[in-house]
């Protein structure tokens, strides 16, 4: 037997399979983690790790004081730059460790 629909890339479809088991929130929380790097930039990103994200809030390891400091001077530029990456508003604060 022969399927008549075209087969599709996971990535083209995965947006709907979240959906479909209402985990669409749980996508994007992912989103936001993934797009990290490409917000803060190389030298940013390998200074921190992202530990957790979790009720709107953004949970980030900071390996040294002086980048934590510099960070929280950041923040509001970071939340925007994140929420502008995935196109909404999901990030509404970042923690420093």
């Keep these: 037997m022969t399927s008549s629909r075209t087969p599709r890339k996971f990535d083209d479809i995965v947006s709907e399979v979240y ?5 669409q929130d749980a996508h994007e929380e992912h989103q936001a983690l993934g797009v990290w790097g490409s917000v803060v930039g190389e030298t940013i990103a390998r200074m921190t790790e992202v530990d957790k ?45």
Excluded: C, Q, T
């Design 53 to 97: 994200f979790a009720r709107g809030i953004l949970y980030v390891h900071v390996l040294n004081p002086s980048w934590r400091n510099e960070l929280s001077f950041r923040k509001k530029n970071i939340i925007s730059g994140l929420n502008e990456a995935v196109g909404r508003v999901l990030v509404k604060d970042i923690v420093f460790r």
């Design 19 to 23: 959906s479909i088991y209402g985990m």
